[in-house]
C-alpha cells in the first residue's frame, strides 16, 4: 500500500512505500469496489509531429468543493525515466506522485484536499500521448 510522506515546510504530499504520516493531505492507493462520482474532469494530450511538449495540463473548470479527490493518469510510451504528476488547489501544490510512462494506466487518491481551484498536471516522454483527469 502506497502511504504518505510531508515535504517539510510544504505541505505537500509524495507517495511513498510504508505508513501514511499525520497530515492535513493523504495520499493513498484507492480501494477496490464501486466509487460514486460527483464532479471531474478529464483531458486527452495528443502526440503530433510537432507535439514537443512534455507536460498535460488540465485546468478543471468550477470549484472544487474540498475533500478527497482520485487522480487518474495514462502515458504512452517506453519511457522508463521517473515521471510525475501534481495536483495544484489555487496554484498551491498539494499532492504528487510518481510514475513512469510505461506504467499501466493508474490511479490515486488525494485525502482532505481543499476547497478550491483545481489544476492537474503530468509529464509525459515528447510526441507521446497523455490522458489524465480527476474525479471527486
Given at each position: 500500500m502506497?502511504?504518505a510522506?510531508?515535504?517539510?515546510?510544504?505541505?505537500?504530499m509524495?507517495?511513498?512505500?510504508?505508513?501514511a504520516?499525520?497530515?492535513?493531505?493523504?495520499?493513498a492507493?484507492?480501494?477496490?469496489?464501486?466509487?460514486?462520482?460527483?464532479?471531474?474532469?478529464?483531458?486527452v494530450?495528443?502526440?503530433?509531429?510537432?507535439?514537443?511538449?512534455?507536460?498535460?495540463?488540465?485546468e478543471?473548470?468550477?470549484?472544487?468543493?474540498?475533500?478527497?479527490?482520485h487522480?487518474?493518469v495514462?502515458?504512452?510510451?517506453?519511457?522508463?525515466?521517473s515521471?510525475?504528476?501534481?495536483l495544484?488547489?489555487?496554484?498551491?501544490?498539494?499532492c504528487?506522485?510518481p510514475y513512469?510512462a510505461?506504467?499501466?494506466?493508474?490511479?490515486?487518491?488525494?485525502?482532505?484536499v481543499p476547497?478550491?481551484k483545481m489544476?492537474?498536471?503530468?509529464?509525459?516522454?515528447?510526441?507521446?500521448?497523455?490522458?489524465?483527469?480527476?474525479?471527486?
Amino acid at each position: 500500500m502506497l502511504g504518505a510522506s510531508l515535504l517539510v515546510g510544504t505541505g505537500l504530499m509524495l507517495a511513498t512505500a510504508g505508513p501514511a504520516a499525520a497530515s492535513d493531505v493523504q495520499l493513498a492507493t484507492p480501494s477496490s469496489g464501486e466509487v460514486t462520482v460527483l464532479g471531474g474532469a478529464s483531458k486527452v494530450c495528443t502526440r503530433s509531429g510537432q507535439d514537443v511538449d512534455v507536460w498535460c495540463d488540465l485546468e478543471v473548470p468550477g470549484t472544487f468543493p474540498g475533500g478527497t479527490v482520485h487522480v487518474d493518469v495514462d502515458v504512452s510510451g517506453p519511457d522508463r525515466a521517473s515521471r510525475e504528476w501534481s495536483l495544484y488547489v489555487d496554484f498551491r501544490k498539494v499532492c504528487r506522485a510518481p510514475y513512469t510512462a510505461n506504467d499501466p494506466a493508474r490511479s490515486w487518491t488525494c485525502r482532505n484536499v481543499p476547497r478550491g481551484k483545481m489544476r492537474l498536471s503530468a509529464s509525459k516522454p515528447p510526441w507521446e500521448q497523455a490522458a489524465i483527469g480527476v474525479r471527486w
